[in-house]
């Protein structure tokens, strides 16, 4: 039972690459969430996806997409980087009280 | 929008003082949880207040949440090394049960 996991744990893009930061959780919960996490300000929500099949803008959604591609995953796209998308991106599955956290992917962008 | 803010920003106590984080919204809110994030590590649940001035404690670590539901604050008596990392709270509004609001963190370190 790994939880909530992410892949790649780290990674260094140069200005304008594109890549896919991958998300799955095995806890069959509805909600899943990115965040990401800059110093000093906390985890701020990019996007969330209530249930398979629907997803909403968080409070920094602006340069990202989503795709909530089945119940388990939950993939975040950066189409062109940019240096401000440095940072440290998390992953997370709701149940009723809690949410789960996966273990992170570092992100720089040059 | 909603926004959660938390002070002090830093704390660095030496084991065996207490400490406290203070957590403010200023919006109210249906329920605050709050986390636990290690250096290096992602955060981690340790509980959730939902009824207005409620009290509720885990060994060591006391919980407040506010009789107007805006803020919320969390106790450590008598700190050890292992209480080390940042604390976060964050809070569901009425209407908006699928988000989280994440305070600014408090980062606490402990020293012998």
Known sequence: NAGVTQTP????????????????????????????????????????????????K??????????????REFSLRLESAAPSQTSVYFCAARSVNEQFFGPGTRLTVL | GQQVM???????????????????????????????QRPGGHPVFLIQLVKSGEVKKQKRLTFQFGEAKKNSSLHITATQTTDVG??????????????????TGTRLQVTL
């Open chain 1, 9 to 56: 744990k780290f990674q260094v893009l140069k200005t304008g690459q594109s890549m896919t930061l991958q998300c799955a959780q095995d806890m069959n919960h509805n909600s899943m969430y990115w965040y990401r996490q800059d110093p000093g300000m906390g985890l701020r929500l990019i996007y969330y996806s209530a249930s398979e099949g629907t997803t909403d």
């Open chain 2, 6 to 36: 938390q002070i002090p920003q830093y704390q660095h106590v030496q084991e065996g003082e207490d400490f406290t984080t203070y957590c403010n919204s200023s919006t109210t809110l249906s329920n605050i949880q709050w986390y636990k």
């Open chain 2, 86 to 103: 940042t604390y976060f709270c964050a809070g569901t509004n009425t209407g908006t049960a699928s988000k989280l609001t994440f305070g």
């Open chain 1, 58 to 71: 968080g409070e920094v959604p602006n340069g990202y997409n989503v795709s909530r591609l089945n119940k």
